[in-house]
């Protein structure tokens, strides 16, 4: 099912056909991390979509979910949560407090794909903390 973008930037339009959503994604992620504009998805059958950022665009890509299940890094992430007793690095809330943890990557792995299983890259934030971070440093950092 192919899917047809349109790309609006500085009132110049260009559309594209792409031979699948997920192409599709792929493209426009590295459109929008080189440009400042808008793009709507055209999918047969569904409403368009605008996406004004690059967090807005659907997370697709299937590395991304396969990372969280590899053996490497479910192995690594218990270590982690051992070491830390499961206690949150900033506040100190653990699971006995009823918070969730996260492991957290320091640098994300966007940018520093080569840290994503470096153990000193790693740290336990509760959820609150996790989502407190991204709010801080940036809304798409992993
Ligand atoms: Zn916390």
């Known amino acids: 099912m192919s899917v047809d973008v349109t790309y609006e930037l500085a009132g110049k339009m260009t559309r594209k056909t792409y031979k699948s ?27 368009p979509e605008v996406i004004e950022t690059l967090c807005q665009l659907p997370v697709s890509a299937k590395s991304e979910t396969s ?23 900033y506040c100190g809330s653990g699971i006995q407090h009823g918070s969730v943890m996260h492991v957290d ?27 407190g971070k991204m709010d801080n440093e940036s809304l798409c950092s992993g």
């Not at 997920?22 to 409403?47: C, H, L, P, Q, V």
């Not at 192995?75 to 499961?86: I, P």
């Open 67 to 89: 990372f969280y299940q590899t053996r490497a890094w479910r192995t690594l992430r218990l270590t982690v949560l051992r070491e830390s007793d499961g206690l949150c690095t």
């Open 105 to 131: 990557h320091i640098k994300p792995r966007s940018k520093y794909p080569h840290l994503a299983l470096d153990i000193s890259n790693l740290q336990v934030l509760c959820e609150d903390c996790n989502f």
């Open 21 to 47: 959503y997920s192409r599709a994604i792929t493209s426009m992620r590295k459109w929008f991390e080189k440009n400042d504009g808008r793009a709507i998805i055209y999918r047969f059958n569904s409403k």
